[in-house]
């Protein structure tokens, strides 16, 4: 054996020493890649009822969200209807109330005048 053999040699247990310690991380990252495949489709198969959940919640909201319409729709009829009344009666009373008050004022001073 010669010096050229023995370089090729030690160079060639280099390179299978050097594929050795570059196939380990290789290899760790294959496992790791497994494991995020696992990871995702365990999350993939929760996320599925928790969506179908949200569905659920969301549709009830829009039923009551409808309800408060109606009770807001109402609500605003009666306050409409409250002040047409306050309207009717202001004028119904008011108008008599101060037709006296200025016959009030009309004798007061009638009478301070005849003193």
């Known amino acids: 054996m010669n ?3 023995i370089a090729a040699l030690i ?3 280099a390179f299978a020493v050097l594929a050795l310690a570059a196939a380990v991380p290789l290899l760790k990252l294959g496992r790791t890649v497994d494991e995020l495949s696992n990871s995702v489709k365990e999350l993939t198969e929760g996320v599925e009822p928790l969506l179908s959940g949200l569905n659920e919640t969301i549709t009830e909201t829009n039923k009551q ?3 408060l319409d109606n009770i807001t729709t109402n609500v605003e ?3 409409l209807n ?3 009344l306050s309207a009717v009666f202001t ?3 008011g108008g008599p109330l101060m037709k006296l008050a ?3 004022v009309s004798l007061s001073k009638l009478l301070k005048g005849k003193k």
């Open 65 to 67: 969200l409808v309800k």
């Open 82 to 84: 409250i002040a047409s």
């Open 3 to 5: 010096i050229g053999d």
């Open 77 to 79: 009829e009666v306050s």
């Open 102 to 104: 200025g016959l009030g």
């Open 91 to 93: 004028q119904a009373v």
């Open 11 to 13: 160079a060639a247990i």
